[in-house]
């Protein structure tokens, strides 16, 4: 006869069981604090509702080059950095005039990457007047990331380049792309023939060729720009939904009818604006994406930032209200590495948001994950019609927050910052 207390306990044993295999079954009860994993993507030109198209031999592995670079480039060409990890390459581009192209890039690994070790990886989207940066490359091979940053105007860096520098020349003609032709100058040609046609081709060879590396998960690879870099990383994102995550910083799509800099080029070319600054096909877009602003940039108005992560079906998004405008504050915003482990190796859960604040209700609910507090919760208003020049309250931090909102304001947000020094930006809201 089987002992009443052992027959209890091994029920008790099934049970727990039971409810263990239930949780591993359905991803686990913290899932709602976490991006959904991509379970498929297109090995092809995703979106293909415009008038650009792409040549299918971008989602194949490039051809590379990666020695007799100095007979190519010349001596003045920054082929050998301080970081033995990273080592320079020419890879495949896409056509130009007639001709093929050839893009330079630097690509490293970090220490212990293997094919029975990969490892994520991240493309690095350079902004105006920059180049491919070895020391940012160096910064993701830090963080345990494979990294390949890439040129996207038809130059490679010299001698002493790097993110505070930005030296740089152009590739010999034969193998070089179009270069920036300043505000969409290039416009009336074919889209073929544009700039920002071929380097947003540049980021998703790159992606392809991180693809093609044993040692890199391809399944883990995103993708950071940079003021222009990040209008590229935007655009890319649309057309190769390959990426695990993406995260432009400054620049964005949906600029048009803004008050800033680029919402004064889109103005000058309704072309342009059709082409490259429409941020509707991001709905279809299921990359998770983190969109960083400050809150006075002269460049890239926060109301077009505020609508491309709307527009994008999985996003935060982050606009602090001061933010240098550079290539190098950019690359240290310590909130895009943590959003990256958050998608790739789901290291830390984010607090949800339970419902926006609005002028009507102003109040915010956050969902907070077990483990993770709300550390500091500020209020920012604007009481200009063209979303600059924010004012801050500091907040009461909590899991309900009311809002004080100033009768003066025109817009609003709440920045929240968690326990992980995790930062994000409610909805804008017009006060």
Known sequence: MVN??????????????????????????????????????????????????????????PSVTESGLEGILGENALLETSDSRIRPILYKGVSFGG???????????????????????????????????????????????????????????????????????????????????????????????????????????????????PQVDSGSIGMVGVSWGGVICSIANIYDDRFAFAAPIYGTLNMAGTSCNFGNIYAASERAASLWDNGTPLSQCSTPTFYVNGGDDYHFNVQGTFRSAADTANSRVLVRRTLQHSQYSAACVEEVFLFADHVVRRSQPFINIAA??????????????????????????CEQENAASWKTVTLEAGEEIALQIPQTAKFFFVNITDSNGFSFSTALREA
């Open 356 to 381: 926006q604040p609005t002028a009507e209700e102003p109040v915010l609910k956050l969902d907070v994950p077990q483990g993770v507090t709300v550390e500091e919760a500020e209020l920012l208003y």
């Open 99 to 213: 001709r093929q192209t050839e893009v330079f890039a630097y690509v490293g690994f970090p220490e212990g990457a293997s094919e029975d070790k990969p490892v994520p990886g991240v493309v690095l989207v350079h902004g105006g007047e920059g180049t491919a940066f070895w020391d940012w490359v160096q910064m993701w091979l830090d963080k345990g990331y494979a990294a390949i940053a890439m040129d996207t105007e038809g130059r490679f860096p010299t001698v002493g380049s790097e993110m505070a520098t930005g030296y740089r020349a152009l590739l010999p003609e034969d193998i070089r792309g179009p270069q920036n032709s300043g505000y969409y100058a290039d416009a009336s040609s074919e889209p073929s023939e544009q700039w920002m046609y071929h380097a947003v081709a540049s980021v998703i060879a790159a992606n392809s060729y991180l693809r093609s590396c």
């Open 4 to 61: 009443k207390k052992f027959r209890f306990v091994g029920l008790l044993a099934c049970l727990l069981a039971a409810v263990f295999l239930s949780a591993c079954a359905s991803g686990g009860a913290d899932d709602k604090y976490y991006f959904a994993e991509k379970e498929q993507v297109t090995m092809s030109q995703a979106y293909t509702g415009g008038e650009v198209s792409f040549p299918q031999s971008l989602w194949s592995e």
